[in-house]
T-cell receptor, first 114, second 114 residues
Framework: AQTVTQSQPEMSVQEAETVTLSCTYD???????LFWYKQPPSRQMILVIR??????QNATENRFSVNFQKAAKSFSLKISDSQLGDAAMYFC???????????FGTGTSLTVIP | DADVTQTPRNRITKTGKRIMLECSQT?????MYWYRQDPGLGLRLIYY???????NKGEISDGYSVSRQAQAKFSLSLESAIPNQTALYFC?????????????FGPGTRLLVL
């Protein structure tokens, strides 16, 4: 089974600053999908951003962007101009192109300091 | 209206009791999943189903059973609840034909087993 590692259990950032959350994964496949999900205190899992491994261009969604390094098997999330509403648990997830399951990391708890 | 709903949202039960958690979706997706979330462990897959006649065990299926009553309904049962099944449970859906293979989550059910 693939493994997804988030080595930062907790992170904090000043409001309006930029923060980067790390994620690495282990796979022998060449085609796959990567995701970042956000879980605010409401506990709802919300898709933040996704990346197809065959695309070299890093995905962006407004203030959220990724740094996808396929050779290094790294998929970090950058949040620019951090807002109080960004405070949440963030999960990195992997899905193979033809596989049946998603694999999640253990999460990073992000605190935004006013 | 939410696309993926879960009932109940919160449940307290006693050791040995049988309980059922229900999930319904209006997204028209064929695939449905049950996860549990524990602090520090992320999300772990319990069962998944690709259609009404297809049920598959996930990483941690012991002590659980599922039923796919219809394409839109997927229920999770704890036949004899035990305290270490106290967790947050999520239902999720995805679609085989969906271009980007994203999973969409319900709001979660918080279960406490005394």
């Amino acid at each position: 089974a693939q493994t997804v590692t988030q080595s930062q259990p907790e992170m904090s950032v000043q409001e309006a600053e930029t923060v980067t959350l790390s994620c690495t994964y282990d796979t022998s496949e060449s085609d796959y999908y990567l995701f970042w999900y956000k879980q605010p205190p409401s506990r709802q899992m919300i898709l933040v951003i996704r990346q197809e491994a065959y695309k070299q261009q890093n995905a962006t969604e407004n203030r959220f962007s990724v740094n996808f390094q396929k050779a290094a098997k790294s998929f970090s999330l950058k949040i620019s101009d951090s807002q109080l509403g960004d405070a949440a648990m963030y999960f990195c997830a992997y899905r193979s192109y033809t596989g049946n399951q998603f694999y999640f990391g253990t999460g990073t708890s992000l605190t935004v300091i006013p | 209206d939410a696309d993926v709903t879960q009932t109940p949202r919160n449940r307290i039960t006693k050791t040995g009791k049988r309980i059922m958690l229900e999930c319904s979706q209006t997204k028209g997706h064929d695939r449905m999943y049950w996860y549990r979330q524990d602090p520090g462990l992320g999300l772990r897959l319990i069962y998944y189903s690709f259609d009404v006649k297809d049920i598959n065990k996930g990483e941690i299926s012991d002590g659980y059973s599922v039923s796919r009553q219809a394409q839109a309904k997927f229920s999770l049962s704890l036949e004899s609840a035990i305290p270490n099944q106290t967790a947050l449970y999520f239902c999720a859906t995805s679609d085989t034909q969906q271009e980007r293979k994203t999973q969409y989550f319900g709001p979660g059910t918080r279960l406490l087993v005394l």
